[in-house]
């Protein structure tokens, strides 16, 4: 999978999700305890994890970190091939709230929020 991705340099989030699509935070942290191949592969096949893709800095030796927000997905989603275990974020601009009322009550992780014309800015948060 990772043969086929282009030079770049991403911000993303590796979760092992749930039957319903849930992050397993817990199941991330015995995963990670992990040191024997075998039992790697088990847990690999048996609870496969993703690779969530928030935001891509670089591309192909070209800095996208000045670019607004928008321009970045926009290059994300043309660069990065769909594969099962790759998952490029969908970018919501309108009914955020809403959205993060829905993530309170279904008990979900939590929400990226960037301001869609900001450039990247490393350590420093992008939401307004």
């Known amino acids: 999978m990772l043969a086929r991705l282009p030079d770049a340099v991403l911000d993303g989030e590796l979760v092992v999700p749930t039957a319903d699509g849930r992050s397993d935070f817990e199941e991330l942290r015995r995963r990670n305890l992990l040191q024997r191949p075998r039992l790697i592969a088990e847990a690999s096949v048996r609870r ?37 275990r790759l998952k490029v974020i969908e970018h919501l601009e309108t009914h955020g709230e809403a959205l993060f009322q829905a993530i309170v009550e279904g008990d979900h992780e939590g929400i990226v929020a960037k301001r869609a014309d900001a450039p990247y800015r490393a350590g420093q948060p992008t939401h307004g």
Do not use: F
């Open 48 to 84: 496969p994890a993703v690779l969530v893709l928030l935001d891509v800095l670089e591309l192909d030796g070209q800095d996208l970190r000045h670019q607004p927000l928008l321009e970045r997905r926009k290059v994300m989603h043309a660069a990065i091939p769909q594969v099962s």
